[in-house]
Each structure stands twice: as C-alpha cells, then as structure tokens.
C-alpha cells in the first residue's frame, strides 16, 4: 500500500489550525530532530561575503513586500515544510524535516515583534495582537512552546523568545552549557553595527534593531501603528506549503530530493519572466523585439561569465543584476531584493517601448561590463586602472552609465568630444575623492567603500536620467566635496603607517604615486608580468643588503625606543620597478644596489623639491623622511584638492 504524503498551502499564521495538525490549536508544536543541523542563518557580515545573511534576506524581502504590496492583495510564498510524526509522539507533536531555518527564524521575529508591542505606553492596546502572535507562533493554548530544538543552546534562547515581553532585555540574556556542550560563537557586522553570540542570538538582536529603525520605534512613546501592519501583512498574505510525510525517511528522502536537484532561478531568469508576462498585457507589435533583445542579453551575460568560469555564474548574473536595479532606483540594492524593485518597475510601465527601453539598458550595461573588462575602447583609461590596482571597484556602476552616455551621441563629434572630457573630469573627481579619503583614515579604503554605497547608485541616476551634463558634473563633484569622509587637509598623514604587502597585487599608495607623478602607463602593464609593476618599499640603508631581502624596517633613533614608527611613514615609502622590487634577485654589489635606488630615487614623488645629501654621504635618517613626508603632503593637497575638481591632462 502506497504511503499518502498530504500538502496544504497556509497563511504561515495558520499553520496550527490547519486540518494536517491534529490538535493543532490546543497543543500542537514542531520540534527540530537530532538529525537537523543547529540553528545557521545570520545577519551577514559586510566584510565577509561567505558569512550568512539568510535571516537579513528574509527580513528584508517581507518589509520590500510589506512596502510594494499596500495597494494589492498579492500573497507571498515562503517555501515549503516538510512535517512527520513518529509512533509514541505526544498529541499535537511533530518533527520538522524541512523548513527549521525559517520557522525557528519567524520565531525569533514574532518574539520581537511581540516585544515591541507589549512595550508600547502610548496608550494603544495590542493585548489582543499579542495573544494573537502567542498563539499562532509562539505558544500552544497549554502554553507548551510551539517550536524545540535539541540543542541545548537554540532550545533554550528559543524559550526566551518565546516569552519576550516589553521589558525583557535580549543583551541581557545568558546562557549556562552542560558539561562539554560546544556553543557557538559568530560574529556579524552590519552597516558598521556588530553581533556577537549565536546565530540565534545574532538574528534577534539584528531583527530588534531593524524593526525598530524601519517602523521608527525609539522608545515607549513612539507609535507602533506601521509596525502593527507589517505584522498584519505577514500574518494574512505569507503563505508557506505545508507537507506532511507518513513517516521519517519519506520526510528526509523529500527533503534531500529538494534540496539537491535543480538550478535556481537568478536574477536575470526573474527578469524575463516579468517582461514577458507583461508584455502580454499591453498593446504593440514590439513583442519579437523585446524576446531578441532578452536573448542577446542572456547571451551576453553567459559571455562575461565566462571570463571567471571558477565562479559562481548566478551570483556573478545577480550582482550585475542588482547594479542595474540600483542605477534605475538610485541606491543601492542587494541582490534578494531586485525581484521586488523589478516587479514594481515593469507593473508601472504602460507601453511595449517602455519594456524594450528597460531591456535595453540591461543588455548595453553588460555589453559594457564586457567592454571594460576587456580594456577595449575606455573612457577615462588611467584613473580606472588606477582604482583597480587599488583594489577600489565601488565606482563601476557610475563608471558604466557614464560610458553608456557617451556612447549614445557618438554620431555627432562636438557633443561626444565633450562628454569624453566630462567622464575624464568625473573619473579624476572620483579618485581623488578615494585617495583622500584613503590617505587620511586609518582603514585606508573601508570609508570610501561605505560612502560609495550611497554615492554610485545615487549619481549613476542622475547620469541615468539627466545625462553627463556640466550641471550633473558640478553636482557630483560638490557632493565629493561636502562628504563627511573626504577630510579637510591631509596632517593626519604625518604620522599615520602604512603596512608594506608582501606581494604585487592591489596596493593603495602606489596607485597614489602613480597620480601624483602623471605616470602614462598604469600599475599594471599586460605583457610585462611582475616586472612591470611596481612594488612600495622604505628607503633602507643600502649598504646592509640583508634589510632588503628580509623585509626588515631600519630602526632610526626614536623608533628603536618604540617611540614612533618612522620607516613606514609614507616619507620613508618609495614605488620601486619590478627589477628593484625583486629583493631575492639583488645583486651582492653593494654599487649596484646604490646605483638603482639612486636612479629612481631622483625621479621619486617628492625628492625633487627636498635637498638630500644621500647622494653625497649615503646616509638617510628620520630628518629626511619628515622632510620628505612634508613635502609630499604638499604635493598630494595639489594633486588631490578637496574640492575633488582635479585640472590634469591625462
């Protein structure tokens, strides 16, 4: 006799009144079986790509739904639940198979929810909500909890959160382990705000700080009335499918079969979906056009990713995915979140033309990735390949539009010959507003990357909808200007260090020398190999060979006390070629040695303007570097003024 596995599509509020849960409503509850993982979504971490963001994605796609729904009645699908009973189980109980990630999650957010509701003084009444969200989430009418884990740590936090009341404070909370019980701990770092415990505790803290920062719940006195929909919404239009298995290998041999076999759909894939089924509603005769167009752009996407086929080809398709969905909305959008911001988008438009215009600015942003990528044809050429050898891309969807802009009037010479001096003029503002800010904090790039968060989405639309017009320029340039991270002048420089890489790639300080010497080539020179780049070194006393082959630093005066660290202030710091760069390839001769760095020494930033006797003695000492550290801070507050509107000829 054939084994039944029965389904049910419910509101994830009424998962425990439906006709699958025997005794649902009284005492019915699911409990994490040992052959389940602990408890592993997270927050995310953003210096960390492989830290789980599971829990953010989550939180953040229901408030975009909560956002983009208000008007409409479209449900939302969480996915699917795979529940079974074993022989002897108490009434009401069953095992979760599949899903324990995303219930024991809405656990923690129906706990923090609930939280902040009973800590409302304001006067309104949420009793009833409140045992609402008990009941349907958090506990049974026995007041048994509707969800445990067998580890130890997850069960017990799961408890709290389950009877999270307005007072409670979650930073509080500690817990005790048996004897040889492992308990881990994560950390996460969000929009510079960090979680420490487990995973559990790291997704209930951030989900308090989110709700509270999106619904603008600041204390006891602020309103609760949009945080009370968002709950609304999630209670009546998220629906989850409800399976139960007749017995535990069917449940597992479901849940393996699930989550082993096929492609998931990305970006792109949601895309073409929403095209063409809006394609269909409305009147024109571009339909041929627009499948073409959605074509040519899957090919070009499978093309750029396979310049890195060791890579993940969905999430590179996801990441140019959301740089576009970015530039169209004008900040910045993780990838989770582009099929919310897509939808609303191609919902609104009204004609054919407007979805081929949409296709079409997707299909020249890839083309353009391609073209980049291949160094054929680029605007702006040296202040790219400078910020690429500093390891800084944050700029690449402002740098796109604003090819794509010059591209589109290249039929008329006036008018491109001055968009091509606008992206030039554009590109040296954005450098110089990296390299400032690069210079001066201690972190060298972290700032930057974090204010182009916001800056390239944001000015990447103004190019999108106005154009690379001088207006638009000024505009971009003032805000580079004005930013809190560009700083005032450069005296942090003087006694800030710099660590000295071990190896040729990405090096801030010599895409810095570059700029400031006007070097045509770039750091890195196709053909030339590790030769062709130049390495930064301090300036050692070259009659001791072994300082160089070691990567010692030379103690001078004050610094051997442990006072100060004058060898890798950027006085001291020099961009050496490859062949002085090779410190095992040096040859013994102390002459020879002397003859390179003295060579380059006299074309090195700053030394022209510094009366050095080392020629004549051979001599360096911690004078010369300040000296030299002062002359250059000259020089780099010419090259890199704050009003980042650079006057170079490229």
């Excluded at 603008?216 to 609760?224: D, T």
Aim: charged share 25%; aromatic share 12%.
């Amino acid at each position: 006799m054939i084994e039944m596995i029965y389904t049910s599509v419910v509101p994830i509020s009424g998962i425990f009144t439906d006709e699958l849960i025997e005794h649902g409503v009284e005492c019915g509850l699911f409990n994490i079986p040992p052959i389940q993982r602990q408890y592993q979504w997270g927050p995310g971490h953003d210096d960390m790509a492989e830290q789980n963001r599971s829990a953010r994605e989550l939180i953040e796609d229901l408030i975009n739904f909560w956002r983009f729904n208000m008007e409409n009645e479209d449900p939302y699908f969480t996915g699917t639940m795979i529940i079974y009973k074993e022989e002897g189980d108490d009434e009401g109980m069953y095992h979760l198979m599949d899903g324990q990630q995303r219930w024991t999650t809405f656990t923690a957010l129906m706990g923090t929810i609930h939280h902040l509701l009973d800590g409302d003084q304001t006067g309104e009444d949420h009793i009833d909500t409140m045992e609402e969200i008990n009941r349907c989430f958090l506990q049974s009418m026995t007041n048994d909890y509707r969800l445990t884990s067998h580890r130890g740590f997850d069960d017990d936090l799961i408890r709290r959160l389950s009877n999270y009341g307005g007072e409670v404070d979650l930073q509080e909370y500690e817990y005790e382990p048996e004897e040889n019980e492992v308990v881990p701990d994560s950390v996460y770092k969000v929009e510079e705000k960090s979680y420490r415990g487990t995973h559990l505790f790291c997704v209930a803290s951030y989900f308090l700080d989110q709700l509270q920062n999106t619904f603008a719940v600041h204390g006891p006195f602020s309103s609760r009335n949009r945080l009370l929909e968002f709950y609304q919404t999630i209670r009546d239009r998220v629906f989850v499918n409800l399976t139960l298995a007749p017995t535990s290998s069917v449940a597992y041999e479901m849940f393996i079969t699930a989550n082993a076999r096929g492609t998931p759909l990305n970006n792109f894939d949601i895309f073409r979906g929403l095209v063409i089924s809006r394609e269909r509603d409305l009147p024109g005769d571009n339909a041929e056009l627009l499948r073409l167009l959605l074509q040519r752009g899957q090919t070009r996407l499978d093309r750029y990713c396979s310049f890195t086929p060791k890579s993940d080809a969905s999430k590179i398709i996801d990441r140019i995915m959301s740089e576009v969905t970015g530039v169209i909305e004008g900040q910045r959008i993780q990838s989770n979140n582009v099929m919310v911001f897509l939808k609303a988008r191609i919902n609104g438009v009204t004609t054919l033309a407007e979805l081929v215009n949409l296709s079409t600015l997707i299909l020249n942003y890839v083309r353009l990735h391609i073209r980049i990528y291949n160094r054929k044809d680029v605007y702006a050429l040296h202040p790219h390949r400078r910020l690429q050898y500093m390891g800084f891309t944050g700029y690449y969807p402002l740098f796109i539009i604003a090819h794509m802009d010059v591209d589109s009037v290249w039929e008329d010479d006036e008018i491109w010959e001055a968009r091509e001096d606008r992206i030039d003029a554009l590109m040296n503002s954005v450098e110089c507003f990296v390299a400032r800010v690069g210079l001066t904090a201690p972190n060298n790039l972290r700032p930057a990357t974090l204010a182009f968060y916001t800056l390239a989405y944001q000015q990447a639309n103004y190019i999108y909808e106005d154009g690379l017009t001088e207006e638009v320029l000024v505009r971009i340039q003032r805000e580079y200007s004005e930013h809190d991270a560009n700083p005032d002048d450069f005296n942090a420089l003087r006694l800030k260090t710099f660590e000295i890489p071990r190896n040729k790639k990405h090096y801030f300080l010599t895409s810095v020398f570059y700029a400031v010497e006007n070097i045509p080539q770039h750091p890195v020179r196709s053909g030339e190999g590790a030769n062709g780049v130049r390495k930064i070194l301090p300036l050692m006393p070259t009659y001791d060979i072994s300082a160089w082959r070691t990567h010692s630093y030379w103690a001078y005066g004050a610094e051997a006390q442990g006072t100060q660290l004058f060898s890798k202030q950027i006085g001291n710091l020099f961009p050496l070629t490859g062949q002085v760069g090779q410190l095992q390839e040096l040859d013994d001769n102390t002459i020879a040695v002397i003859a390179r760095i003295t060579a380059f020494r006299s074309h090195s930033a700053g030394m022209g303007i510094v009366t050095d006797p080392f020629i004549v003695n051979n001599q360096w000492n911690f004078n010369h570097i300040v000296a030299r550290g002062t002359a250059l801070i000259k020089i780099l507050t010419e090259r890199f003024p704050h009003n980042c509107v650079v006057e170079i000829e490229e």
